[in-house]
């Protein structure tokens, strides 16, 4: 699915979000600096593999914190945790570097994507999330969070993220 199907998708649900178009961003820190504040909670989305490459994550926490793999590791019972190449991101999500979001989980219809999401995090009224390209951010209430994954069919798994707070 196409960013323009996935907000058909989201009209379909009855899915209300504010879109902001915006310069390419590609990491969390560079949409922190180069993007006007947006009302919801910024995050930052990594897709994780375990060791053997049998388990894939979409981790969502909180961009300000400092991320511990190995904890996260510990949480998930597996016993390595690595970023995922742009290869598997494609195939699992459909989206490239820089575009990852929960709103990806769209693309992944066999659930072989397990979703993390920080525990602060999800007590946000509303989230940010890329529409499947890094040009542009939807706010979107935690309820219509909840719905939209309700209808992909992925469960969430909170986990606790210890990082310290990373320097602004």
């Known amino acids: 699915m196409d960013s323009p199907a996935l907000l058909q998708f989201l009209d379909g649900l009855s899915i209300h979000y504010e879109r902001h178009d915006h310069v390419a961003v590609y ?4 949409a922190q600096r180069l993007i006007a504040r947006l009302p919801g909670a910024p995050a930052k989305n ?6 053997k490459g049998r388990r894939h994550f ?3 926490f909180d961009h300000a914190k400092a ?3 190995r904890a996260l590791a510990g949480q998930v019972g597996v016993s390595r945790l690595s970023l995922a190449s742009p290869e598997r991101l494609m195939d699992r999500l459909g989206v490239e570097p ?4 929960l709103m990806a989980l769209v693309n992944d219809p066999a659930h072989q994507v397990e979703v993390l999401i ?3 995090i999800w007590q ?3 989230l940010q999330c890329h529409p499947l390209v890094n040009t542009a951010t939807l706010v979107v209430s935690l309820e219509d969070t909840r719905k ?9 798994k909170l986990v606790k993220i210890e990082g310290s707070q990373a320097a602004a």
């Open 27 to 30: 990491t969390s820190e560079q």
């Open 46 to 51: 990594l897709f994780l593999r375990d060791s």
């Open 58 to 60: 979409l981790l969502v």
């Open 67 to 69: 991320l511990d793999l």
């Open 98 to 101: 820089g575009a990852v979001s």
């Open 118 to 120: 920080d525990h602060d």
């Open 124 to 126: 946000a009224e509303a």
């Open 148 to 156: 939209f994954l309700g209808a992909t069919g992925h469960a969430v």
